[in-house]
Nanobody
Framework: QVQLMESGGGSVQPGGSLRLSCAAS????????MAWYRQAPGKQREFVAQ???????NYADSVKGRFTISRDNAKNTAYLQMNSLKPEDTAVYYC?????????????????WGQGTQVIVSS
């Protein structure tokens, strides 16, 4: 089983910046995709950004040019640098990862979610 732990959330004024981190831990595994999603109050969870192991990225239109996803494969950690934050970015941000997990002689696919970290953008 692969566990994800987010950190770095908090409160910031509009126009400010925050950097979220997501660290994966567990038994032998190889992460293929790491991604960030968010859920605002009263809304469904939505995609924010993702990065493959090879480095290709994809962003939601609402964050393009403001958010940057990166990852350190050696540390099994993903980051989300959020600049020019807007009140509409207020949400709980969740880390997601999928890949392959090895348990004994068995290899299986996994996907995991973190517990979430709160981001509040308000003046």
């Amino acid at each position: 089983q692969v566990q994800l732990m987010e950190s770095g959330g908090g409160s910031v004024q509009p126009g400010g910046s925050l950097r979220l981190s997501c660290a994966a831990s567990g038994d032998m595994f190889s992460i293929i995709v790491m991604a960030w999603y968010r859920q605002a109050p009263g809304k469904q969870r939505e995609f924010v950004a993702q990065m493959s192991r090879g480095g290709s990225t994809n962003y939601a239109d609402s964050v393009k040019g403001r958010f940057t996803i990166s990852r350190d494969n050696a540390k099994n950690t993903a980051y989300l640098q959020m600049n020019s934050l807007k009140p509409e970015d207020t949400a709980v941000y969740y880390c997601y990862a999928d890949g392959l997990a090895v348990r004994g002689r068995d290899t299986s696919n996994f996907n995991s979610w973190g517990q979430g970290t709160q981001v509040i953008v308000s003046s």
